[in-house]
């Protein structure tokens, strides 16, 4: 292969060609620099103009995902805090039941609840306490609040409780502030309120007076909490009044209790009965 060896004269053409053309492309890029300018700053405006959605977009999605994140991490505080809540309340239960059995001057034998029947009239309670723990029919179930009901059947490791809101429930009770008898008993209406009935009109009951248990029958116990009264209103056509009470001791809340190792005195209610019986 031949190389083809160019004369003075040639090149200095070649020479003079090429430097008209970079001259002339120096020429075009200087005379349009404002135009490569414009052009610089539309682009970067468009590119900007783009870049804004698509960083909303990203932004966006950031967020929902912390919302995600935070929401979670929400729910975990609630059930936790939900749950040091009740085992707070469960503490405070505790304690009171422990100072109450402490300060008690009866047998008490502690028990669960493990069913209840709170919906209708004939309502019960059972509790995981029998004849094996010394619990024998007719003694109270109570909490450190007051009174639940009684025991009305036992067997060796269970009884079935009468509550307080059960129609066939009754018991002698006494207003502390002004020392008046009465019956307390459930209307079979609100499944939180009792009465009092039997209250003559002369004597001033006001709202906030505490019923406590009388002891007249020998039933139950002297001085254990029944309720609070909340309303009264006198009897048409009768001398005495009808007094609502507030229980001391919720049946829904209650999970805990006492079975009160008291046996009543049959001596009054023998009396009674021998008395009825000379004049039938």
């Known amino acids: ?25 120096s020429i075009a890029v200087n005379r349009n620099q404002g135009g490569i300018n414009s052009l610089r700053q539309l682009s970067a405006v468009t590119v900007s103009i783009l870049q804004t959605p698509l960083a909303n977009i990203r932004i966006y999605r950031q967020a929902l995902k912390t919302n995600t994140y935070l929401q979670r991490q ?10 040091l809540r009740s085992l707070e309340l469960e503490n405070e239960k505790l304690r009171n039941l422990l100072a109450f059995q402490d300060s008690s001057l009866f047998e008490l034998s502690p028990t669960l609840i493990i069913g209840k029947e ?3 009239i004939n309502n019960s309670l ?36 009468l509550p307080y809101n059960n129609s066939l429930f009754r018991v002698s009770g006494v207003i ?24 003559p009109q002369t004597i001033p009951v006001k709202e906030g007076y505490t019923v406590v248990t009388s002891g007249f029958s020998n039933e139950f116990p002297k001085g254990i909490p029944i309720g609070t009264v909340t309303r009264f209103e006198f009897e048409e056509g009768q001398e005495t009044q009808r007094i609502f009470l507030k229980p001391s001791a919720s049946l829904a809340d209650a999970s805990q209790g006492f079975v009160i190792h008291f046996v009543a005195d049959t001596t009054i209610s023998d009396l009674q009965n021998q008395f009825e019986d000379i004049f039938e």
């Open 126 to 161: 059972t509790i995981d306490s029998g004849t094996k723990d010394g619990v024998t029919v007719g003694m109270p179930l109570v909490t450190s609040d007051g009174l639940l009901g009684k025991v009305i059947l036992t067997s060796g490791r269970y009884s079935l409780v």
């Open 176 to 199: 502390l502030e002004n020392q008046a008898p009465g019956i307390v008993s459930w209307d079979g209406e609100s499944l939180s309120e009792m009465v009092i009935d039997f209250v």
């Open 118 to 120: 709170l919906m209708g």
């Open 1 to 25: 292969m031949q190389f083809k060896i160019l004369k003075v004269g040639e090149a200095k053409d070649y020479i003079i060609a090429a430097f008209l053309v970079l001259l002339s492309v």
């Open 74 to 83: 929400n729910i975990l505080l609630q059930d936790e805090l939900s749950r």
